[in-house]
């Protein structure tokens, strides 16, 4: 097995995992390349069925070629897709103008919890990885999360041999986090791999293209000209800048993502 | 243009203080696997904080760990060198959080011990050497950090690598080198020191490269584990991870502990690509059978030679981070690769302080942090290998509620005549007993305790202790335990006679049953129809009729009671 094969087989296992234990399941789906990967393994995983619903917090923020994408994909790979939105945010008038974080707080972490008070959720599978940022550096891959999905990341439960937190009281949920230990060229070595359909917003146009895909007004472009995974993949190789950098709320606080991810930020 | 490099995760453990995170962060930044953003984000934090800056800073990501100065939680950081992908985990090294320096040593193949050069062998040296055995992990390297407080001075790093070297001997770990460094001015880290020219061993990262994958899993007996039984669609597939072995379609295979034995009639895939005629350690599968049964998830696939142990008794090495006391007495729930059954712990063989080595025999429970050879008994029995045998069919966690307390790893099987129980002895006739424990209420933890009496066997002539704390049962009293069919006889307080519930005759004195419950009898007649009932099991119907709790016991209130054991009838 090489180390793309042994990856796969772990956050399979991992899949199977949270769907036998967990109660009600979600998987969160940003459409960026790293839960498109997560998608992709769920398929794997149960044999072409996906046996719980995806989830999109949708901020009425994306960028707009993001909503047509989605909705195409959802289609293609027949997955019961919940989108959700934290309406009365919007309507009040949030948006990045009145604070990054705030904004981030309201459309996505509040979006979020209300989803998992909506459904009940036992369990959501979540792409993020911990070679992101700091915050996410620290994770367990079951990570618990009390019943207003707040984060005791100074209290984690020990993780061991692939046995996960799986008994935790009523009303707490874990997040499950399949591919916390790939880093972004493993992404890119599987999409090529797997051939996996995947938005072009990541391929350059015009010299620029996005390493990271979220808001419109809070996500930048980077100076490139990859337009293959191929030529991605060299450029990542010679990079000096974070993946995140583009993402302008991480910048606002030298510990912002963990201050948002502790209130229960994906 | 797939990755197919090895990778190695190697995990930096040692007290606190020493530098883990240092080492670490400088290897990063020597080696230039750091982000432009990441130094630059460290350098800014370190300027707003007034502090100077620290490599450790790179690694210690929450805001607690950089204003405290240590380390909290586990993290992990990719780099490589010309010959391969490292992951490397930095551990905290403070005890408060070894259970966070347990989740990342469990994951790592090779670790390096950091040691500082100033204060030596410290308890966390110690106790992580000692964690890095039970974890299974060999290869070890010994990093004495800080050289440049005592002047890359020879001899004291000789006496560090002596004392160390002796104690880790006791414990079966034998490090590959022993390597003199200073990680903040970078000597010995990436290249060779001018000022420890002395040393001739390797570098930091030549020692790494000198460490090898572990490999063996695929030659052992197979040992696939059902995770899961998927009926999404006409296929009934048995999906799961292949811990051990290999597994091709048309095997012969035996399903434990249910002895059932069938062929593999197909390995299925979602995309053609996947699809396959063989499969092995490591790999997540799904299969299906030639024959049908009800399958379950804990069951494990094996060959029908080479099959694993089925017991529900054996002998563990266990390691103890929970909150609470891992005590004799209380169900626990063991998790072992997909089985999950309640358990006890029947002996506390040994516990051991993993810092001295000192050890505590007849212990009755173990503290947070503690090592200890325990012997346990699972309610159903389980399917298992000595971790010497198969290291991923040989450890198991051990959950207390909702938390996973402990870990293990399986050293032998025990026979149920080795047991060894507090007991009425005559001959070769034992009865064990419950009757000498004590109950208490915890006005603290507003629970009723129960305390386990030390383990002792008591032989005819013996004196027994009739009168306790919390029961009295006088001088004289017959206790029946219908369980074993045994009936002793305590006569002006020493143990007179065992015999057969046959042969006893009621008699008009204290009577009881094994666990010190008074029995409501009366007569002969009563004794016939006690007996009649039990045949028809023990419920509450039969407790409450014959039983009485507080004839001869009291409940007493007690500040805090520390050997906790559930009640139970």
Not at chain 1, 100 to 126: N, P, S
Not at chain 1, 173 to 196: G, K, M, T
Not at chain 2, 1 to 12: D, G
Request: with cysteine; hydrophobic share 40%; net charge negative.
């Amino acid at each position: 097995m090489n180390h793309l094969d042994t990856l796969e087989a772990e956050s399979i296992f991992i899949l199977r995992e949270s769907y036998k234990k967990l109660g009600k399941l979600g998987m969160l789906w940003s459409i960026g390349k790293d839960s498109t990967v997560l998608l992709w393994l769920a398929k794997k995983a149960f044999f072409g069925h996906c046996p719980f619903p995806f989830i999109h917090v949708d901020t009425k923020h994306k960028i707009p070629a993001m909503i047509e994408y989605r909705d195409m994909i959802a289609k293609e790979f027949n997955i019961d897709l919940i989108v959700h939105t934290n309406q009365e945010a919007i309507d009040a008038g949030m948006g990045p103008q009145c604070g990054r974080l705030v904004c981030c707080k309201a459309l996505k972490t509040d979006g979020l919890q209300q989803v998992v008070t909506k459904y009940e959720f036992d369990g959501l599978i979540l792409g993020i990885r911990s070679d992101e940022e700091g915050s996410r550096s620290k994770e367990r891959v079951f990570s618990e999360r009390n019943k207003d999905s707040e984060w005791d990341y100074t209290n984690q439960a020990p993780e061991l041999w692939d046995q996960f937190k799986t008994d935790f009281p009523k009303g707490n949920h874990i997040r499950v986090h399949p591919i916390l230990h790939w880093n972004e060229i493993d992404i890119w070595s599987y999409i090529q791999r797997e051939n996996i359909p995947l938005i072009d917003l990541y391929f350059a146009k015009d010299g620029e293209r996005y390493r990271s895909l979220g808001c419109a007004e809070c996500t930048g472009k980077i100076k490139s000209n990859a337009t293959t995974i191929d030529q991605i993949i060299e450029e990542l190789k010679h990079t000096t800048t974070g993946e995140r950098a583009g993402r302008a709320q991480d910048q606002e606080d030298s510990y912002a993502m963990q201050k948002l991810r502790k209130d229960g930020y994906m | 243009m797939e990755n197919t490099r090895e990778q190695l995760r190697i995990v930096a453990v040692g007290h606190v203080d020493h530098g883990k995170s240092t080492v670490i962060g400088r290897l990063l930044y020597d080696t230039k696997s750091l982000p432009e953003g990441a130094i630059e984000k460290v350098k800014r934090i370190a300027k707003e904080t007034g502090k100077p800056f620290e490599y450790a800073y790179l690694l210690d990501a929450f805001e607690e760990e950089q204003k405290q100065g240590i380390t909290i939680d586990t993290t992990s950081l990719q780099f490589h060198t010309d010959m391969r992908d490292y992951v490397i985990i930095d551990a905290p090294g403070h005890i408060e959080f070894l259970k966070n320096m347990i989740t990342g040593a469990a994951s790592a193949e090779a670790a390096l011990l950091i040691i500082d050069a100033k204060e030596g062998i410290q308890e966390q040296s110690k106790r992580h050497g000692y964690i890095l055995s039970l974890l299974g992990i060999k290869q070890v390297c010994v990093v004495v950090n800080k050289m440049d407080l005592i002047s890359y001075n020879q001899e004291k790093f000789n006496a560090i690598k002596k004392q160390m070297d002796e104690f880790l001997k006791n414990l079966n770990v034998h490090p590959m080198s022993y390597i003199p460094i200073s990680a903040f001015y970078g000597e010995n880290l990436t290249s060779k020191s001018e000022k420890l020219s002395w040393h001739a061993g390797p570098t930091v990262l030549e020692a790494l490269d000198l460490f090898s994958q572990e490999e063996g899993l695929e030659a052992k007996p197979l040992r696939f584990p059902i995770q899961d039984v998927y009926k999404f669609d006409d296929r009934r597939i048995i999906a799961g991870r292949i811990e051990a072995g290999s597994l091709k379609i048309g095997d012969e295979i035996l399903i434990s502990p249910s002895s059932r034995t069938t062929k593999v009639k197909s390995i299925e895939a979602f995309v053609e690509k996947d699809r396959v005629d063989s499969v092995s350690a490591g790999m997540s599968v799904g299969i299906t059978f030639e024959d049908e049964f009800f399958n379950k998830r804990g069951e494990i696939i094996s060959h029908k030679i080479n099959a694993p142990i089925t017991s529900n008794l054996f002998k563990t090495n266990i390691f103890w981070m929970g909150k609470n006391n891992f005590v004799k007495g209380k169900k626990y729930k063991i998790k072992l690769v997909t089985q999950e059954v309640e358990c006890e712990i029947v002996a506390f063989n040994k516990v051991i302080d993993a810092s001295t080595l000192a050890t505590y025999e007849n212990a009755l429970e173990a503290k947070t942090n503690d090592v200890a050879e325990v012997t346990i008994r699972t309610k159903e029995k389980i399917c298992f290998d000595k971790f010497a045998d198969n290291q991923n069919t040989g450890r198991f966690v051990i959950v207390d509620g909702y938390d996973v307390s402990g870990g293990g790893i399986i050293s032998g099987v025990v026979e149920e005549d080795d047991v060894v129980v507090t007991s009425l002895n005559k001959d070769e006739i034992s009865l064990p007993i419950n009757c000498f424990d004590e109950f208490y209420f915890d006005i603290k933890a507003l629970e009723i305790k129960k305390k386990l009496m030390k383990v002792t066997q008591f032989k005819v002539g013996a004196n027994v202790p009739f009168l306790g704390e919390s029961y009295d049962y006088k001088k004289d009293f017959d206790l029946i335990a219908l369980n074993a069919n045994l009936v002793a006889k305590v006569r002006d307080g020493i143990l007179t006679d065992i015999i057969l519930v046959k042969d006893y005759s009621y008699a008009n004195t204290t009577i009881i049953n094994e666990k010190g419950f008074g029995i409501n009898l009366t007569s002969g007649e009563d004794l016939l129809s006690y007996r009649n009932d039990y045949k028809n099991g023990v419920n509450d119907i039969f407790a409450n009729k014959w039983l009485n709790f507080t004839k001869y016991r009291v409940i007493k209130f007690k500040d805090v009671v520390d050997e906790i054991v559930e009640y139970e009838i």
